[in-house]
C-alpha cells in the first residue's frame, strides 16, 4: 500500500526515494539520498511523464497501480534517457504492452540504443501538443539540459511544467513532494550542488531554455529529482538562472593538495589575508579530505578560485589534477584565479596551474603564483600575503 500523492486535482506522483547509493552517476555523492519522480497525468487518456531508477521499477509500478488500478496507461513521455529516469521502461512496456511511447527523434535513437525499443513511437517536435482530454501538453525541445535529446512537457490546462532534470535537486524526499509541505530549507545548497555536478556545463543550454519557457505561465514546476516547485518557484528559477550565467557570490575556494603540510601553511596564510582584506566567504577545501562533490559546488559559488599544489614525481599532486579535470570538464566561466605550490627539489606544479589557467581562461590575479621550496619561509609568506591582496582587491572591485 502507499499512500497517494497528489499535485493537481489529475497529476498524481508516483516517483521513489533512493535511499541507498553512496554516489549519483558513480561520481557525486548523496549523503541524503535523491528521488527519481515520476508523473501521472490522468484524463480520458492517461499519460505518465519519465519512469525510475532500475532498481526501483517493481516499486514503481505498484505505485503506478495503486493510483490507476487497472486502467492502463495509453502514452509514456519521455523528457530524458539517461537511464536514472529511462530504466524502467521496458518494464512500464511489459505491464502494457500497447502504451505509446512520446518523444523526439533524439529520444528515440536512445531508446533503440539503450534497450533496442523500436515501436509503439510517437514522436513529436518542438511545441507539438498532445491532447488527453481536458489536458493539454505542449513539447519543447531543451536541448542539453542535461542530455542532447532532453526535453520539457508543459500541462497548458495544469499550468504544469515537467521540466525533466532542470529545477531538480539532490536529497530524498522526507514524506512530502510539494515545497509548500515540506521544509525545503535542507533542498537550496543541494540544488546548487546539483546543479553544479550535473547540469554546469550547459550554461548557456540552460539560458536558452528559460528563455524559451519564459512567455509560459507556469504555476507548478514537476523535475524528475527533488520536491515540486509552487511556492518556491521564482526562487528556484532564479537560482537555476544565476547558477547557469556562473555568476559566483563574492569570496573565494582556496583548494589544495599537502602532504606534510608546506603547502597547507601557504593555503592558511591565503586564507587569513583574505579575510584580513574584507572576503567574508573563503571556503578551504583540502583535496584529501573534501570531496570533487563540494568543491565543485563551491566553485560555481564564488567568484574566486585559489588552488595550491605540492610537486609530486616532477607532477602536480595527483589529486589536484584529479580535480583540475573535474574542472575543466565543467566548463565553468568567469573566475578569478591564482596558484601556489611547495616543493623539495625540483618546482613543477606552478607550471602546470598557469598552464591550467591559460587553458580555461580564468583571469590570473597573481602572476607566476608563488612557490616555495621546503618549507615556509618569510620572503615567500610575504608573497602569499601579496597573492591574497590581489585576489582580495580584484574581488572588491569586481562588476561580475
Ligand atoms: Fe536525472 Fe540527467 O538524469
Redesign the pocket.
Known sequence: MHTTKQITNNIYYVGVNDRTKHLFESLWEIPAGVS?NSYLIVDEKVALVDTVDACYSDLFLSKIEGVLGEKPIDYLIIN?M?P??SASIATIKRKYPSIQIVGNAKTFGMLDGFFNIKDNLYEIKEADTLTLGKTVLRFYLTPMV??VETMMTFDETNKVLFS??AF?CFGALDGGVLDSQINVDKFWPEMERYYSN?VGKYGYPVQRALAKLSNLDIQTICS??GPVWQKYLQKTISIYNDLSLYQGKKGVVVMYGSMYGNTEQMAEVIADTLVANGIENVVMHNVSKSTPSYIIADIFRYQGLIIGSPTYSNELFPLVESMLSKIKNRDIKNRYFAYFGSFSWAGVANKKLAAFAEQVGFEVVYEGGVEQKFALKHDKYVECVKLAESMAQRLNNSSL
Do not use: A, K, L, N
Open positions: 527519481y530524458h539517461e536514472d529516469h542535461h542530455w525533466g532534470d531538480g550535473i524528475t529529482h
